[in-house]
RNA sequence: GGAGGGAUAGCGAAGUGGUCAAACGCGGCAGACUGUAAAUCUGUUCCUUCGGGUUCCAUAGUUCAAAUCUAUGUCCCUCCA
């Protein structure tokens, strides 16, 4: 297995703003970074090697899917994650904490763990913080999650600090059954918008000394202002040299922001769902290309994109594509939207690395919330 | 030549005297989507100056009231000669 390093190179001079640099298996990869997410051990629609066309780096998996099916022993016995899916770059497991968030109905959290209905066959299933870690070191991503409860939005601050408590709590848990084997453990901060809460989760975390740290909580439906605070309460108490990984978040102006606030990987579901759905990232916002306008539109979504999609295809064919039903135009899509994604990365580091991330933005959101042409 | 069945919004298809501008599906148009129960979900789809106006093959009737009943016509389908 191979081991992945990060190291923190600089910070910008007017922000938060960080550039870095991880090394996995002899591949150097600049961070701030976006990572697609491949849920069920695929990034839907495509295969590694587009994966890997598009310069992405870091690629996620699911513990509670693969959990479920095929079953975490048996990709262990395949190899692994990275065997299993023919996938040689880093990757990054969720710890199944926002299934908890997204599926447990009726909730029944309790300090043991998560009661779930397995959604395939409505099995009782009891997720706890030792059973997420036993199942993420038989995946074997590069880097794993502790399991934390994501709270909703809006919440009572009552149960926001309830809850931070008890992630605390899993998290010192699925440390104790961490068998080191080269994996980096994650510990992520809770703690809602309420600066205290963030601290006091963020500073004990720390104190655990984890291989590096995530915020959690965020992407559930609050208002931008509150996203970026409860990252900022949380960035503000970490560790200069550990990486700061922002789950769920992958809006185009939602990652310059939060890059802004000292965020060094991002992962989103966005580029592929939209795309699915048929709509493409631009730099003058999202394209729906369902639109009847592009049926005879023989350009490129984009024509200065260099993505596979950008350099061979017209919209009026994507479109076509997506709405004739045929993959292949999910498969353009997102294709285009994570290179779109992972290139606005590449452009933030450039502005990092020129300290002019706040020009940056500003230029970016001009463009993304003005008129287009 | 004889017997029977049918014509409803872009298409398919319910409705068989009032609660019908007309269920539902498809198609069309648009919107949502942030650690993927999502190739999903939502809205809208006769015209309108939003008061209303004009519809259920056509015409003429019956009735307070017709997509629904009657007559005639037109077109389509099935079966028998």
Not at 34 to 41: E, K, L, R, S
Not at 70 to 80: E, I, N
Not at 259 to 284: E, K, M, N, Q, W
Not at 341 to 369: G, H, N, S
Request: hydrophobic share 35%.
């Amino acid at each position: 297995m191979w081991m992945l390093t990060f190291e923190k190179i600089k910070t910008e001079k007017n922000s938060q703003a960080r550039l870095g640099k991880i090394i996995y298996n002899g591949v150097e990869y600049e961070t701030p970074m976006f990572m697609p997410v491949g849920t069920q051990a695929t990034v839907k629609t495509l295969s590694p090697e587009e994966v890997k066309e598009t310069k992405a780096g870091i690629v996620l998996a699911n513990t509670y899917h693969l959990w479920l099916r095929p079953g975490d022993d048996v990709v262990r016995d395949a190899g692994g994650l990275h065997q299993f899916m023919n996938y040689d770059g880093p990757m990054l497991t969720d710890s199944g904490g926002f299934q908890v968030f997204s599926l447990a109905r009726p909730k029944d959290i309790t300090e043991e763990g998560v009661h779930f209905k397995n959604q395939y066959n409505g099995d009782s299933l009891l997720l706890t913080p030792e059973k997420s870690i036993e199942i993420q070191q038989n995946l074997g991503a590069d880097i794993i999650m502790s399991f934390d409860e994501c709270v909703g939005f809006p919440h009572t601050r009552e149960y926001a600090e309830k809850s931070m408590e008890r992630t605390l709590r899993w998290a010192k848990r699925g440390k104790d059954v961490f068998q080191k084997n080269g994996q980096l453990l994650f510990g992520i901060v809770q703690g809602a918008e309420f600066e205290d809460l963030r601290s006091k989760c963020a500073k004990e975390l720390v104190q655990m000394d984890f291989d590096g740290y995530s915020v959690g909580g965020t992407a559930v439906g609050e208002p931008k202002e509150i996203q970026y605070k409860m990252v900022e309460y949380s960035t503000k108490y970490l560790p200069e040299d550990k990486l700061r990984y922002l789950m769920g978040v992958g809006d185009p102006i939602d990652l310059i922001e939060n890059t802004i606030r000292g965020i060094d990987i991002f992962d989103c579901v966005s580029p592929t769902r939209l795309a699915r759905h048929g709509h493409a990232y631009t730099r003058y916002g999202k394209m729906n290309l369902k639109n009847a306008k592009y049926k005879r539109d023989f350009t490129p979504i984009e024509s200065d994109c260099d993505c596979y999609a950008c350099k061979h295809y017209t919209k009026a064919y994507i479109k076509h594509l997506i709405h004739a039903e045929e993959t292949f135009g999910a498969r353009l899509l997102s294709i285009h939207n994570i290179r779109y994604l992972v290139r606005l990365m590449e452009k933030m580091r450039e502005a990092i690395k020129e300290d002019r991330i706040l020009e940056f933005k500003e230029e970016f959101v001009r463009d993304y919330y003005g008129e287009e042409k």
